[in-house]
């Protein structure tokens, strides 16, 4: 049986949950963040098992994890209660077809200040991709229903320009073709700061081009035309 690989400091808990150090040592003091102080070291070793902190994921308030206006890294509050789309906060789609690993996700992008939907089948996905306006999709790629190279064309018909990121276990059944579909590709169980800090840049990506599609205005046409 494999040992599970110990997180032996704070910087390596914070790298890989994708936070600073401090927002970690707030949530082990506000939130139970599970770490452990190893008897016969400094005060200030701690350790922790990834296994430990994914499974307090699934029970933490989720509401006041970006509480701290210290925090130079931590994301502004919003309010939760705001409608998938709204301005300035991104819209993600999560689409998996196990519910555990689905809610952990959505915990965990929700605490970093992202709007999530998810969808349990590809059917569903689809669905909510039609509904809602959406900026990525956290995509599974095997699924019962429709697989995920299957799905990821269906979304592309639908709206070619909507990030996709492919979020699968399974590399070795993954085809090459759909690595050309997708637009970036996270191995799950790779640290949480992985998958954060490839949402970012697809969404970053997807929001400046957005903003260079909008027409400039011709400011020295609209001047000749008003003299």
């Not at 200030?44 to 130079?72: C, K, M, Y």
């Not at 699924?143 to 990821?152: K, R, S, W, Y």
């Not at 590399?171 to 949402?199: E, H, M, T, W, Y």
Request: charged share 25%.
């Amino acid at each position: 049986m494999q040992t599970e690989a110990l997180l032996n400091s704070w910087k390596e808990i914070a790298v890989y949950m994708g936070r600073s150090e401090r927002t970690v040592q707030r949530w082990e003091k506000q939130f139970g963040l599970p770490v452990r102080r190893p008897s016969g070291r400094c005060r200030s070793a701690v350790i922790a098992l990834p296994s430990e902190i994914q499974a307090w994921f699934r029970t933490v308030p989720t509401a006041g994890l970006d509480r701290d206006h210290n925090d130079t890294l931590a994301n502004p509050r919003r309010d939760r209660s705001v409608e998938p789309g709204a301005a300035g906060i991104p819209t993600l789609l999560c689409i998996d077809n196990h519910p555990e690993g689905l809610a952990v996700r959505r915990a965990l992008l929700e605490a970093v200040g992202y709007t999530v939907l998810t969808a349990a089948n590809s059917r569903s996905g689809i669905r909510l991709f039609e509904k809602h306006r959406v900026d990525l999709v956290v995509l599974d790629h095997s699924m019962p229903d429709l697989d995920g190279e299957t799905v990821a064309h269906i979304l592309h018909e639908h709206n070619p320009r909507i990030p996709i990121l492919l979020l699968s276990g399974t590399v070795k059944s993954i085809p090459a073709r759909l690595l050309q579909v997708v637009d970036n590709f996270v191995q799950k169980g790779q640290p949480v700061g992985v998958l954060l800090s490839a949402i970012s840049e697809l969404c970053a990506g997807a929001s400046k081009e957005a903003r260079d599609d909008i027409p400039v205005k011709d400011t020295k046409r609209n001047d000749v035309r008003a003299a």
